[in-house]
């Protein structure tokens, strides 16, 4: 039988063990100044917060919906735009069902962030490859169009390779001098004296801005041309913004394969 001792004994046990038990800890509490991190939004949401322009946007999400046809869009946000060698690249970042991507453009393409997790290293791959796709395709778009202006696109190839080799102000001054000189050469073998209209006194062959606007009222006559029409003497415009100065081969070769894609009724 247990005795009164013993019982006394355990009591005196269990208050010797109890004082070595840590105290439980108080909860702090929270001040104002504690930063909570809150949960990843939902992707299809981010768009009602970002200050990235609509059309914009739809036109991204339009092209990579294209090119990656069993995927859907949830955001794309618009995070850089560079400047490079007279182009403007801007730099998306698109979230999609299955995947996420870099777009950049000018002209656009799409890089899986899997594989290009680097933006600046995507940049400077996408500026790279364009250089080396643009440099091929230079000059007539095919031999056929080549044909019908012949003497115009070999001024123009020797203007591109002039400025290829430019170094100095003055070589680039040439340069401008040599694209003048196509210009002309254009008019003159697209214009036609029917192209001046009654009562009205020919521009001299020089005169590259007047005979675009003859060419143009001429080969893309009538109301179903119009937006041809229209096309051509935007073109012209803004020949005029820099005929006096040195041009780019980028800004020759739009005026020229503008014209040639003209339905020519001459």
Known sequence: MTGVSDI?????????????????????????????????????????????????????????????????????????????????????????????????????NLYSQQFFPSLDFTISFHIGITARIVALQRGAPNEAQKSRLLSVWRRWEDAASALDAADEPEEFQAVGMRCRECLIQLVRSLGKPEMVPNGQEAPQKANVIAWCDLIANHVAAGASAERVRGLSKQVRRALGNW????????????LMRSLCRMPLRV
């Not at 208050?15 to 504690?34: A, L, Y």
């Open 243 to 254: 005929l006096d100065g040195s041009p780019t081969r980028t800004e020759l070769t739009v």
């Open 8 to 108: 006394k004994d355990g009591f005196a046990m269990k208050r010797k063990g109890g004082k070595n038990r840590s105290p439980k800890k108080r909860k702090r509490k929270m001040s104002p100044e504690d930063c909570t991190i809150p949960p990843e939004p939902a992707k299809h949401i981010l768009n009602s917060f970002t200050l990235t322009s609509l059309t914009s946007r739809h036109a991204i999400k339009g092209y990579v919906e294209s090119q990656a046809r069993d995927e859907r869009v949830l955001h794309a946000e618009k995070v850089k735009s560079e400047h490079v060698m007279g182009r403007d690249y801007d730099c998306w970042d698109v979230h999609t069902d299955k995947d996420r991507y870099w777009v950049i453009t000018a002209p656009s």
